[in-house]
């Protein structure tokens, strides 16, 4: 009898505990859709904020975020992907220097997203931009040792490489060792096996990859607090060496920075359901590119 | 054995780290013939098939001894060129394989990573090799379509055809029929007949019945080792030791 009880117990515990993962999601996106909802709308999306963030849109903080991730990807994804081919199909699995980049992807992944954003400070703006700008102008102008989109994106990419490498790495051995071995016994050489065979039929896995890391990106602030994001700009940057507006960053400033905090209140809903928007959106359509694939090689 | 000597192996030894998987193996194959190799499961038949074209090389721990002599070079030594070797001597897989690429582009597949990129020539190559693998008349319409929604049979013989676009003069094929059915088999069978005529043919197969019919020489592998070798009418009649013949009475195997 007691064992029954017990047995009842721990299905209810387990049930409980299954549930409030689901409130909390449910909580999550009811609250910030019911807050934000009446202020959506097409201006929202296409405006400036105005009179000190309590009205107008968040455009420049959509675009800044669009612009993020896509100077990201562009150089995180060729590299991931360069990566993860030489791992999954050149690497000797047992060398130490193997052995190596694998745990330094996986320390990668592990380190704290702030740690990036100092990383980003140190290296890119100071050591990089400070050089630059020795070189181009002896330190006449300060362009480059600035906060600005492209140390913010590199430093971005930095980031989320691991999640690029690893789903990159997944996509290439998920390619049948039958592809590989008939192209070579028609005397291809490994290089064209992996670029006329391997990589076609790879590349919806390595979408998939771009697409987690966009939305990995898209919702991160701390690696960017000191490398280029900007509290509020009059315009959109129209080069990389400018600095950008952000939604992550951007509702953190309404929500703690606002001369009338009360006022913004809508505003951070509606900045917030967008944010979230974008992330599922991506996460979502990542998901099924990789449902696609894996009924594809059943 | 009055014929030309294709390929030649010389206490050909191969060993999976620690395991000796063949055991100095020599053997003359002579050209424009078929050869089958049968023998039991594990005995390292396809293993000495994947020698002839170093497709072992692709495995971690593989490590060879002896020599094969392909038209009396030793495809072994320093400076032998796979990629070369392996446009001479093509290989045909148990599970047939076609890219998930157009028929067409299947084909084309070879002479195009060896830089024929000329159309005419490409529908040249790929139409004369659908017709030496007995394929062309049934999807000559179709060669804009999937390799993969061919039936099994039509799939082997396609890959048969991929192999002949690159112009091998060796063909080897590991079991080819053994996930085909009856008629796919027989298809296949018929069509290897023919090819002897241009390719030198080695089969590993594991149908006694399909090596009697489709081969003038035969081995039989066991455990690692070459037991017998021989035109096959006469290992097939009058087998000189007696595990050949208990294996081909389907005593053991």
Redesign the interface.
């Known amino acids: 009898m007691r064992k029954k009880i017990l047995g009842y117990v721990f299905i209810l515990s387990t049930a409980l505990s299954a549930f409030l993962v689901l409130a909390a999601i449910v909580v999550i996106i009811g609250k910030i859709t019911a807050g934000g909802w009446d202020k959506l709308s097409l201006e929202f999306l296409t405006a400036a904020p105005k009179e000190g963030m309590t009205a107008g849109g968040i455009f420049p903080a959509i675009i800044g975020t669009v612009l993020l991730v896509s100077i990201m990807s562009l150089a995180g994804v060729p590299i991931g992907t360069i990566t993860a081919i030489y791992l999954s199909e050149y690497a000797d699995q047992g060398s130490i220097l193997t052995k190596m980049i694998r745990f330094a992807v996986n320390t990668l992944a592990g380190v704290p997203a702030i740690v990036f954003g100092l990383f980003g400070l140190g290296f890119f703006i100071h050591f990089v931009g400070g050089g630059m700008d020795k070189i181009f102008s002896g330190n006449s102008e300060l362009r480059w040792s600035q906060p600005n989109l492209l140390w913010a994106s590199l430093t971005m990419a930095l980031l989320t490489l691991p999640v690029v490498i690893v789903s990159v790495e997944e996509a290439l051995r998920s390619i049948p060792v039958d592809y590989r071995e008939a192209s070579l016994a028609l005397g291809a050489t490994k290089f064209q096996t992996i670029v006329h065979v391997v990589l076609p039929n790879a590349y919806p896995g390595i979408l998939t990859g771009a697409i987690l890391a966009v939305g990995r990106g898209a919702g991160e602030v701390a690696p960017i607090l000191f490398t280029g994001v900007a509290y509020y700009l009059p315009h959109l940057p129209s080069s990389l060496s400018d600095q950008f507006m952000q939604l992550g960053y951007h509702l953190y400033v309404m929500a703690t920075q606002s001369s009338d905090v009360e006022a913004t209140i809508g505003i951070q809903y509606a900045t917030a359901f967008v944010l979230l928007a974008v992330t599922f959106l991506l996460n979502f359509s990542a998901i099924f590119i990789r449902y696609r694939i894996r009924a594809r090689l059943r | 054995m009055n014929n030309v000597t294709k390929i030649e192996t010389h206490d050909l030894s191969l060993f999976y780290g620690q395991k000796q998987a063949l055991k100095k193996i020599s053997v003359a194959i002579p050209a424009f013939r078929v050869t089958a190799l049968i023998g039991p499961s594990g005995c390292g038949k396809s293993t000495f098939l994947r020698t002839l074209?170093r497709?072992n090389d692709?495995i971690?721990n593989v490590r060879t001894e002896g020599t094969v002599l392909i038209d009396d070079v030793n495809i072994y030594q320093n400076g032998i060129d796979k990629?070369?070797?392996?446009?001479k001597v093509?290989?045909i897989?148990q599970?047939s394989?076609?890219?998930?690429k157009s028929i067409y582009d299947n084909v084309a597949?070879?002479p195009?990573?060896?830089g024929i990129h000329d159309k005419k020539i490409l529908d040249e190559i790929v139409e004369q090799s659908l017709r030496r693998a007995a394929l062309w008349e049934e999807i000559k319409d179709d060669l804009r379509k999937s390799g993969l929604a061919l039936s099994g049979g039509q799939q082997q013989r396609l890959?048969i055809a991929?192999?002949l676009a690159?112009n091998p003069e060796v063909l080897l094929m590991d079991e080819p029929a053994s996930a085909l059915d009856p008629l796919a088999t027989s298809k296949v069978e018929e069509l290897i007949y023919e090819l002897k005529e241009k390719y030198t043919i080695v089969i590993v197969t594991h149908n006694m019945q399909q090596a009697a019919r489709v081969s003038d020489y035969t081995a039989f592998f066991y455990i690692g080792e070459l037991v017998e070798y021989g035109e096959t009418k006469q290992i097939f009649t009058t087998p000189g030791k007696k595990q050949t013949e208990d294996y081909i009475t389907g005593r053991f195997g």
Do not use: Q, T
């Open positions: 074209n497709m692709l971690d990629v070369e070797l392996r446009k093509g290989m897989f599970k394989n076609p890219f998930p597949y070879g195009r990573i060896n890959c991929r192999a690159v």
